[in-house]
């Protein structure tokens, strides 16, 4: 079993930046596929980023996000990020973790990030 923890939500303005923290625990793999999903206020839960075990030449961004947001790992720590930059107000959503191991997928609680205008 894995959990998964986000953390670094919050509330910032249009053009600022977050960086989003998924701790995993329980039997986590570094070779898992770990990745991040949103789901905004009446809207279908939408991928963002996914970050492989072959590290930086293993991501890939929504285009949305592409060139704003970067997903990075820590084997050591068990911990997945994403750094969003430039911030928009349609970025506004529930931001989840995922990781997934062979046929097996986990989810976080998510942590909720708004962008004021």
């Known amino acids: 079993q894995v959990q998964l923890v986000e953390s670094g939500g919050g509330l910032v303005q249009a053009g600022g930046s977050l960086r989003l923290s998924c701790a995993a625990s329980g039997s986590i793999r570094s070779s898992s596929t770990m990745a991040w999903y949103r789901q905004a206020p009446g809207k279908q839960r939408e991928w963002v980023a996914t970050i492989t075990s072959a590290g930086v030449v293993g991501t890939n961004y929504a285009d949305s996000v592409k060139g704003r947001f970067t997903i990075s790992r820590d084997n050591a720590k068990n911990t997945v990020y994403l750094q969003m930059n430039s911030l928009k107000p349609e970025d506004t959503a529930v931001y989840y973790c995922?990781?997934?191991?062979?046929?097996?997928?986990?989810w976080g609680q998510g942590t909720q990030v708004t962008v004021s205008s």
């Open positions: 995922r990781a997934q191991q062979g046929v097996r997928v986990y």
